[in-house]
């Protein structure tokens, strides 16, 4: 006869698709997502009640840039338990700020339970914010041009729809110089640059240089996009 010794050791670590584990995977969570969800997986034994602490830790992003919330406190496995999640809340703004990270750890598993790899992950926070401006702050074209080739650039997160309204008006210019106008232009997915026109009269006065005014409007939609300058030109 045989005596089968039963292991009652639990392992806990943080669920990875990495094979074989290793330490400190990363995780990616947009801004506008609310919260990071962070599953911590049980092998091996799952006879028993253990518990594991876990904890939050500033990397590039940070509690005091209200970027996420600090967070920590235990996950409790019951008997037959092989998962568990806490989540992390992120803080969600209208500003670029690229994208940053934080780390999470576990610690302190309850006996039967041991740690294994991975204990720690870092959680990068993909700033989901376009930014638009002017390709420059000044443009010329010559009275008889026609027309004026003015680009507007998006930078940041450039996966998404998003728009900005721009407008053309008096500078020193006076009306009868240039077409006076204003639209909207739609970046879709991937898109980086649009083009508009700003059409001008040659009224065969010697008047000298004369400016029209280029003015960039609140881009849509507000929660994830913004201005950079420059955002107004001549």
């Not at 407008?167 to 991937?190: Q, Y």
Request: glycine share 6%.
């Amino acid at each position: 006869a045989t005596v089968v010794i039963n292991d009652i050791d639990s392992g806990l670590s943080i669920a990875s698709t990495n094979s074989p584990a290793i330490e400190n995977p990363t995780f990616y969570v947009m801004e506008n997502s609310n919260y990071a969800l962070i599953t911590v997986v049980r092998t091996n034994a799952s006879t028993g009640t253990v518990a594991v602490h876990f904890s939050t830790q500033d990397g590039t992003a940070t509690v005091a840039a209200q970027d996420y919330v600090a967070t920590n406190g235990f996950l409790v496995f019951t008997n037959g338990q092989l998962s568990n999640s806490f989540t992390v809340p992120i803080v969600a703004n209208n500003v670029y700020q690229g994208d940053r990270f934080f780390t999470v750890g576990l610690d302190s598993p309850t006996r039967p339970a041991q740690l294994l790899t991975p204990t720690n992950a870092t959680i990068v926070i993909v700033d989901n914010n376009s930014i638009f401006r002017f390709s420059s702050s000044a443009y010329e074209v010559f009275e008889n041009g026609v027309a004026a080739p003015i680009t507007v650039l998006r930078s940041g997160y450039t996966n998404s729809t998003v728009s900005v309204p721009f407008s053309v008006t008096n500078g020193t210019a006076p009306s009868r110089d240039f077409v006076s106008t204003n639209g909207v232009l739609v970046f879709t997915n991937g898109e980086v640059a649009k083009t508009f026109l700003v059409f001008v009269n040659d009224n065969t006065i010697i008047d000298g240089d004369r400016t029209v005014q280029l003015s960039l409007g609140r881009p849509s939609p507000p929660s994830s996009t913004s201005l950079i300058t420059p955002n107004s030109a001549t």
